[in-house]
């Protein structure tokens, strides 16, 4: 029997007992389109066809001979085959992925410009890696001026240097309103790896209803 194509008109000449009475999947050999094969109308009654034989045929076809022009067979291993360069991409894209982030800090600290791109995406640079201890704030007065002086220290945790975020000092109501916030740059540029560094800022005429203090670490380097 002749086999066409629909979606290329490649034509194959195929023996009548590889479809089987009951049609098959066939793939076209140029093209690759799919298709189901009826039987053939006047496929003869007296065909001799073993319904196990042809069974088994349909569910492990035979490859065919280099170069013969016949439509393949479609298998699910064959499809498999077809998904494995996707899987391949997919695993790699998300390799990238996963390792940008776990190491975003170590990839900050090698190319600065990249915390920009962090920050646009609302991901953290320092989440467990720098952190703040030690902090402690008191009111003082020098030359007759009153001024809030906080202090404290940045320790990295990690094992790599980290460029050193800039520490952020919020004041807030009794309602926890954010009454007034600054921001401190220490002369350190990074934290050396499983150290600390020391930092005091301080600030003065502060509104009179801050009640409540909060002293964070920036997103983004400096």
């Known amino acids: ?49 073993d319904d196990a ?14 170069g013969a022009n016949l439509p393949a067979i479609p298998t699910k291993r064959s499809r498999l085959r077809a998904a494995l360069p996707w899987f ?3 695993s790699f894209v998300a390799a990238i992925t996963l390792g940008g982030y776990l190491f975003r800090a170590a990839i900050v600290a090698s190319w600065p410009p990249a915390a920009k791109l962090y920050d646009t995406l609302g991901i953290a640079l320092n989440e467990h890696a720098l952190k703040l201890v030690g902090v402690s704030f008191a009111r003082k007065d020098r030359d ?5 002086e906080v202090s404290g220290k940045v320790v990295n945790e990690s094992s790599t240097t980290l460029q050193l975020p800039e520490i952020r000092v919020i004041l807030r109501d009794a309602q926890g309103n954010i009454v007034y916030q600054w ?34 670490l920036t997103d983004t380097p400096r």
């Open 88 to 90: 391949g991409l997919l």
């Open 53 to 66: 034989q042809a069974a088994a045929a349909r569910r492990k076809p035979q490859p065919l001979r280099a």
């Open 183 to 216: 921001r401190h740059r220490t002369e350190a540029g990074s934290v050396p790896a499983e150290g600390e560094i020391a930092f005091t800022t301080a600030r003065s005429q502060l509104p009179a209803n801050a009640e409540k203090l909060e002293v964070t």
């Open 144 to 148: 007759g001026i009153s001024f809030l």
């Open 1 to 49: 029997m002749i086999l066409t194509c629909s979606a290329c008109a490649t034509r194959f000449l195929v023996d009548p007992a590889a479809v089987g009475r009951e049609g098959r999947h066939v793939r076209c050999a140029k093209c690759l389109h799919v298709w189901f094969q009826e039987p053939p109308l006047d496929l003869p009654k007296s065909l001799a066809i």
